[in-house]
């Protein structure tokens, strides 16, 4: 923490557009906002100030009106002062911004710390939801910034101080944002602290000059982000599709891993990721599961759990070699697929699997007969097969696609090769099926729709171009931390839904963030109840 600013104590804010809008509610969104910027220091405040103006004046979305910066003087005692004023003060989101010190070894002078919670030496806690979407926006913005507790104490920390609070859980330590912080009562508030000094360089380090110098730097660059914040506060609702979330195949495929790791202890080495989610996988991690992408990488008689997405048979041949002890955690629905694969194949068919390259479902199905079978991801990829006996064609399916994908290529086959034949049953899972139907319900309600999942889930892509193509705009993102503030300026109504493989938790992460910018009233729309559940193999039943 810097040492206090030569000069008179706190000045007014600076002149300009008169906050409105009441001390107890949030502007809907689309509405001006104004922000309130709480700095305790004129040199803060200058770089606040300076760093608004920047983006109001480049033909931006932030307005050079769109938040007032007060300075609110240095210390607790002032700082509390300015609280028991602000609190009967009309603004629609409050945010203090300045700088502070790191309390952990990992922060270096100029990063930032977005608040999660502001605790105090009282015991009061002041919980900053939004903190997850402020901070990665910031990130987006090129800018170095974590989130998590900052603390207030009542004098500067040094040594053995810094030590207790970090062992804690704080990131930062400051002089005057719990109390500020508080002021807030129902409305938005952020807290935005600028590492200045770390415990590698302390207060009277000779480079608090320079680390103070890249704080202010920090505290300039940021200030855009926090308009921007400002700019999506306000209440919401947020219609929940169901089913969302884990599927029968996927929670099997993750107890399968849990329960090796219980009876036979870490490592568990798995073949791909056991399901496509970074969430799950960095769960497991944490539990001593060892994800590798070929089995090369698995020691001599290790066990090795199969993903829920499927290996071909050339994989289980080289486990076998190797001694391996196998534990095969594919969803059901996919070996049913590889059943028909080989089936059809071995009566004579060309098999089509429609599906996109490259997915390890796609591969592991394509390696059950590979000379029998040819990916088709288009029309244009059915107008290029030659079977030798076009009478003799058979088509299956990627148990993730999109309904109406897989139906417009199964339509080109059928219409190229009448004779083709059709899976036993559907390829495309129900739980494929049924998120799909209620992602399109949502949608047509909504202003935005977002569906958590991670990049490389097939399931939750599909939800994605689903929402699209009924006409909503739709993200994929994994976390709050993903959600870009631009998404949310004039949306009331967002449609929230989670691809097979994302954790539940993950929503409600979400709907948390959502509800650091204002009120969040919660709708659910379920289409249908899922009840199915799935065996495990016998390798890891309970004796």
Not at 128 to 157: H, I, Q, S, W
Not at 330 to 356: M, N, Q, S, W
Not at 516 to 543: C, M, W, Y
């Amino acid at each position: 923490m810097t040492a206090p600013e030569r000069g008179p104590g706190p000045v007014p804010e600076e002149p300009g557009r008169r906050p409105s809008g009441g001390s107890g509610g949030v502007a809907p969104p689309g509405q001006h906002r104004p922000l309130l910027v709480c700095s305790p220091l004129r040199l803060e405040a200058r770089a606040v100030r300076r760093g608004l103006r920047a983006a109001g004046g480049a033909g931006g979305s932030v307005r050079p009106d769109g938040g007032t910066v007060r300075v609110t003087g240095y210390g607790p005692a002032r700082s509390r002062r300015q609280a028991a004023a602000l609190a009967a003060e009309e603004f629609g989101a409050l945010a203090v911004a300045g700088v502070g010190g790191g309390l952990t070894d990992d922060l270096t002078p100029g990063d930032l710390v977005v608040g999660t919670e502001v605790r105090d030496s009282r015991g009061t806690t002041t919980r900053c939801p939004a903190a997850p979407l402020l901070a990665g926006e910031l990130r987006r913005a090129g800018l170095r910034a974590t989130a998590g507790p900052v603390v207030t104490v009542d004098r500067l920390a040094g040594g053995a101080s810094r030590q207790q609070l970090a062992a804690g859980g704080a990131l930062v330590a400051d002089l005057e944002s719990a109390p500020l912080a508080a002021a807030a009562g129902n409305r938005p508030v952020a807290v935005l602290r600028a590492v200045s000094d770390t415990p590698a360089r302390p207060l009277l380090h000779p480079g608090i000059v320079t680390g103070g110098l890249a704080a202010l730097r920090a505290l300039r660059a940021a200030s855009p982000v926090l308009a921007a914040w400002a700019a999506g506060a306000g209440p919401r609702r947020v219609l929940l599709a169901g089913p969302r979330s884990f599927c029968a195949g996927v929670e099997r495929a993750i107890e399968i891993v849990a329960k090796v790791l219980d009876q036979r202890g870490a490592p568990v080495y798995v073949r791909k990721q056991i399901v496509h989610n970074t969430h799950v996988v960095a769960d497991l991690e944490r539990r001593g599961a060892v994800f590798v992408d070929e089995l090369s990488e698995v020691p001599d008689g290790a066990c090795v759990v199969f993903s829920a997405h499927g290996v071909s048979p050339a994989v289980r041949d080289e486990a076998a070699r190797r001694g391996l002890d196998t534990i095969d955690a594919t969803c059901p629905l996919v070996a049913k697929v590889h059943a028909e694969a080989r089936r059809f194949a071995a009566d004579g068919y060309l098999v089509a699997l429609i599906g996109h390259a490259g997915h390890e479902e796609v591969e592991g199905t394509l390696g059950e007969a590979p000379e029998a079978m040819a990916l088709v991801e288009s029309a244009a990829d059915v107008a290029r097969l030659r079977p030798a006996d076009p009478g003799k064609v058979a088509y299956l399916m990627q148990t993730t696609l999109a309904v109406d994908e897989a139906a417009e290529v199964a339509a080109a086959l059928t219409e190229r090769f009448p004779q083709a034949r059709a899976p036993g049953s559907d390829d495309i899972c129900y739980a494929t099926t049924n998120r799909q139907r209620a992602i399109r319900a949502v949608a047509a309600e909504s202003d935005l729709v977002l569906v958590a999942g991670s990049a490389n889930s097939s399931n939750s892509v599909r939800l994605v171009e689903t929402a699209q193509r009924a006409g909503a705009p739709a993200h994929l993102i994994d976390g709050p931390a993903d959600i870009q503030l631009g998404w949310l300026a004039g949306v009331s109504t967002i449609g929230l839904t989670a691809g097979a493989s994302a954790p539940p938790a993950v929503v409600e992460d979400i709907i948390t963030a959502l509800s650091g910018l204002g009120p969040v009233a919660v709708t659910e729309r379920v289409i249908t109840t899922e009840n199915i559940r799935f065996s495990l193999p016998k390798e890891v039943r309970a004796q």
